[in-house]
């Protein structure tokens, strides 16, 4: 049995095959002014010398390893093996201002109530700094609908406490892509998703291993609406506004599909889209 440690965070780091990128986000969570940490990173299934580069670090890390199952079965072998109190998320591909850690649990410090928060980012693509566009824009508190359209919570920049996973449930590891989409719906329905207003987190993209690249997103992210609306969990309103982005997406993605020649599967999300409910 895991015993948990009081104020202490876990971070979460899954990884595969970003040995390229992998040290810059591991030295910033060694870099943290807030030490009582741990950081455990998950190896799934690399191939290339991510294995080499996890052991410089000696016992500074925890490395585990599985096969290749995907970045919500890592994330989750990580969770389940962690001991803090906090859970703090990094993608392999991020990093964090050395403060970051801090500021956060500083701030569940003074609010003892609440359960999540994110910090802003600052965005790199493509090595130049951007500025997010303003559907982009992170809200704070309740923050389910504006979230139903496109996802508002960033993993690297979020901090939870673990007693959330236990209430929420952890991530979706059928998907491939939007576990963190369908993780945040579970959670912000009824749990107010706090933003500390400084870009104590450095959002890189644009390279081209990334998985939202590979995959069509809104086909999981119609399934996770779907699921979420036959849990019974949502309000009157929240069932009406996810309705409305559902058939929404049903009817964008069958488009999609038509384009592509799948008929079949443009006819399937048609029905979807006709048939579930108003409006």
Not at 89 to 107: G, I, P, R, T
Not at 132 to 153: A, D
Not at 231 to 257: H, T
Request: proline share 4%; net charge positive.
């Amino acid at each position: 049995m895991i015993v948990q440690k009081e104020n202490t965070v876990s971070v979460i780091i899954p990884t595969f095959n970003r040995a390229w990128t992998l040290k810059r986000a591991i030295d910033s969570a060694l870099a943290q002014d807030y030490r009582h940490r741990e950081i455990i990173v998950i190896d799934d299934g690399s191939t290339d010398p991510t294995r080499e580069l996890l052991a410089g670090y000696g016992d500074n890390i925890r490395v585990l390893v599985q096969e290749n199952k995907g970045v919500s079965a890592a994330r989750n072998l990580g969770i389940q093996e962690s001991q803090g109190s906090f859970i703090a998320l990094l993608d392999s591909d991020d990093a964090w201002e050395k403060n970051k850690l801090s500021c956060q649990v500083a701030f569940f410090q003074s609010n003892p109530g609440a359960m999540i928060c994110q910090t802003e980012e600052i965005w790199i693509r493509k090595g130049k700094r951007v500025n997010p566009k303003k559907k982009h824009k992170k809200p704070s508190g309740m923050i389910f609908e504006p979230s139903l359209n496109l996802c508002l919570v960033s993993p690297s920049a979020v901090m939870m406490r673990r007693q959330l996973f236990e209430q929420k449930g952890m991530f979706n590891e059928a998907f491939p892509v939007c576990e963190d989409y369908d993780l945040w719906l579970r959670i912000s329905h009824d749990t107010p998703v706090y933003l500390i207003d400084t870009p104590l987190t450095v959002k890189t993209g644009g390279h081209g291993d990334q998985l939202s690249a590979a995959h069509s997103q809104d086909k999981y992210r119609i399934e996770s609406i779907l699921n979420l609306i036959d849990s019974n969990v949502l309000s009157l309103d929240q069932e009406q506004a996810a309705l409305k982005v559902f058939k929404e997406k049903c009817r964008i993605f069958a488009n999609g599909c038509m384009k592509r020649g799948r008929e079949k599967e443009a006819a399937h999300y048609l029905m979807l889209a006709g048939g579930k409910g108003q409006p």
